[in-house]
């Protein structure tokens, strides 16, 4: 007997809503949430998939009951990239796996790599010049990768970044995983979006095994990531091979930059949106900075800054929407969902949800400023995710960001370029479909707050 579900949009026979949510995944979920409240069950050709709504759905996923909700199948487009890394794997491996890479992500750690991150934005804005235009989002991707690949992996991207940056968007835009599109036809041409896909892969493939056996041959520990990696041992005592390394060194590559890229580049666009906001920003730098280069012990001191940064990845979180799939049969809304039930919950959904959030399409900072005393109940914000798979990087990125719009900010004043299209476009993470084309001009001459 078919369980019985609760109630979703209105769909095409066979197809169920493939092609609604194809056409606009965003305004989809989103209308979904405005017509059934707190749940509802939509059809991809016969296969359901039921979509929560509430922050105390999100607690239950990730908080309460993680072990009964497994990611390893949901992301299977993912996974062909990332093979068994942190991201994709489950179980004890998951777990065996986190715990070796977690010393990389301890806060004095990452603190340690706070010289890189800025040491790189400079040489990035040495090469900006005044008045020119730039692609912001793609100039963010181009950062972070070279920060993440220096500060896990002892490498200096400057030569290949153009390549490894290429070939990740090749991947990202390219996904071979959509039903019913082009997309899924796996016709291996350099012109075809599955051959795009497959190429980018190779490339990165080549380029990180590469990377593994000159590290092999040299022997050296570095103290990186990589070093760590090389150097671990199972429980059985052996070595891991250069899939599994590779398998993670990928994750963290593809993780570490994409996500962290895009909230910068949205953040660049709510500033330049929001020119009173931009100037409390800017106040607030120079009277901490005065036009110096940030340093981690600064980030304490610019509260503003991480209220910008917080509310930016509120109305447009990188990662838009997490998915599970149920191990067993669980009760939730009043309904049994039997095992194997998709679920998804997306910030993109939750972080806007009129009853939480009062004014949910407003980019307003001072929302958290703790002595306005404005609650926010638990699961309502996670753009890392939460519980014990909780964004393994999520210190990484939160520095990240902070050093690097204080770097910039206090050097340009990027400005988006007028009549130019912003539109999200809702991938494994939320990018700018077109880009974001921006106008730098000079930051103005400070006044302090
Ligand atoms: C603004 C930046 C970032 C955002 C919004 C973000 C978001 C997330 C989210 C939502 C998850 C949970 C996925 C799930 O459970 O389904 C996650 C996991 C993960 N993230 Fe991030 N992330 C960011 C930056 C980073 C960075 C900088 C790194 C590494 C340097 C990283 C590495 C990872 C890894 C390895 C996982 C898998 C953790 C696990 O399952 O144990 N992320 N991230």
Known sequence: MQPVLPPGPEGLPYFGNAFQFRRDPLAFVRGAQRAFGSVATVRFAGFPVVMFFRPEHVRYFLIEQPRNFTNREVARGLRRLLGDGLLTSDGEFHRQQRRLVQPAFHKRRVESYADIMVRHTCDML????????????????????????????????????????????????????????????????????????????????????????????????????????LAARDDDGAAFSDTQVRDQTMTLFAAGHETTANALAWTFYLLSEHPAVRAKLLAELHTVLAGRDPTVDDIARLPYLDWVVTESMRLYPPAWTQGRRAIEAFDLEGYTFPAGTLVLFSQWVIHRLPDVWGDPDTFRPERWDPARGESIPSGAYFPFGGGPRICIGMPFAQLEARLLLATILQRYTPQLVSGFPVVPRPRVTLRPKYGIAMTLEPAPALVPA
């Open 126 to 229: 040495d090469e900006w010049q005044s008045g020119a235009r730039i692609d912001i989002a793609r100039a963010m991707q181009e950062l972070t990768l070279r920060i993440v690949a220096k500060a896990l992996f002892d490498v200096d991207l400057k030569a290949e970044n153009a390549q490894l940056g290429q070939a990740f968007r090749q991947v990202i835009e390219n996904p071979t995983q959509i039903p019913w599109s082009i997309a899924s036809i796996q016709l291996d041409l350099p012109f075809t979006p599955y051959g795009k896909n497959m190429a980018g892969r190779r490339t990165l493939d080549a380029y990180v095994y590469g990377l593994i056996t000159r590290r092999r041959a040299e022997g050296r520990d570095t103290g990186d990531v990589l070093s760590m990696l």
